[in-house]
Each structure stands twice: as structure tokens, then as C-alpha cells.
């Protein structure tokens, strides 16, 4: 069944799992002249908005932990080691995420701005006054067998 322009539409509003599969259809059968292209146009491009999204997250909740780690000083005999594992699961989701260099160089150029909101959720869980600028390289956050040292 070839479905018009017009119902894709309605379908997208409706159904939006059954829009996709006959979208994906069309394209692998070459039928180009049939796609929903605005609302595809707008999926592709939410798509790119929410990987970025999800790096800048993991990023951020990775700088929360990672000040914590080092900063926090009077909770560390007790939050240690979960702030070790948070940082190695951050660190290992984060890894997927950057398998595209596009990911990562935007968070290589956003890394102040998240670093800014970490520092302002790192606050106001610990009450520790926190470095003003990030204190790490793009490259000690990424390595998983580096760690601050504790204060």
C-alpha cells in the first residue's frame, strides 16, 4: 500500500511507530517521491538535538562527580567509592557517545558552559566552594583509569 503525503502526515499524529516503519519502507524501496519529508526532516534533526543532549548530560553528571570526588572532603571515607563508580558508568556511556567525532568536538567546545552547570549542582549538594574554571582536560575526564586527587 503506498501511502500519500497527506495520510503519512495524519499517520505521524496518530501512529508514530507504524509512520516510522512506512517511512522506512519507502526508503529502502527507492520510493522517495512518497516520504513525510517535513516531519522526517524534523525527526532527523530532533535525533541530532538529543545525541548532543545526551553527551552534554553525561558530561556534566561526570564533572558533578568528579568535583565531588576530589573536593568533597568530608564525605569521602563514605561516598568514595560510589562517586568512583558513578564516574567509571558515566565515563563508559559517555564512550558510545563519543564515537562521533561531530559529539565529540561539541563537547570539547561546550566543556566551560557544562563544566559551569556542574559546578552549580556539585555546590549545592556539598557546599564546598569549587574551582571557577574546569580544573581537567578534556582528556582526564575522558580517561577511565584517571582520577583526581583527593583533597
Known amino acids: 500500500m503506498i501511502f500519500t503525503e497527506v495520510s503519512l502526515t495524519r499517520l505521524y499524529e496518530d501512529d508514530y511507530?507504524?509512520?516510522?516503519?512506512?517511512?522506512?519502507?519507502?526508503?529502502a524501496s527507492r520510493q522517495l517521491k512518497d516520504l513525510d519529508y517535513e516531519n522526517l526532516i524534523e525527526e532527523l534533526e530532533s535525533l541530532g538535538r538529543s545525541e548532543r543532549k545526551t553527551a552534554e548530560s553525561l558530561v556534566k553528571q561526570l564533572l558533578i562527580h568528579l568535583l565531588l570526588y576530589e573536593y568533597w572532603t568530608s564525605e569521602q571515607?563514605?561516598?568514595s567509592a560510589h562517586w568512583r563508580l558513578e564516574?567509571?558508568?558515566?565515563?563508559?556511556?559517555?564512550?558510545?557517545?563519543l564515537k562521533s567525532k561531530t559529539i565529540y568536538n561539541h563537547v570539547?567546545?561546550?566543556l566551560e558552559p557544562l563544566y559551569?552547570?556542574?559546578?552549580?549542582l556539585a555546590t549545592l549538594k556539598s557546599g564546598v566552594k569549587l574551582p571557577i574554571s574546569?580544573?581537567?582536560t578534556v582528556e582526564q575526564i575522558l580517561d577511565e583509569n584517571w582520577l583526581p586527587i583527593q583533597q
Open 17 to 27: 511507530a507504524l509512520w516510522l516503519e512506512k517511512n522506512i519502507q519507502l526508503l
Open 77 to 79: 571515607a563514605r561516598n
Open 87 to 97: 564516574i567509571a558508568s558515566f565515563r563508559d556511556q559517555l564512550s558510545d557517545e
Open 108 to 110: 570539547v567546545e561546550y
Open 116 to 120: 559551569k552547570r556542574a559546578v552549580k
Open 134 to 136: 574546569c580544573p581537567y
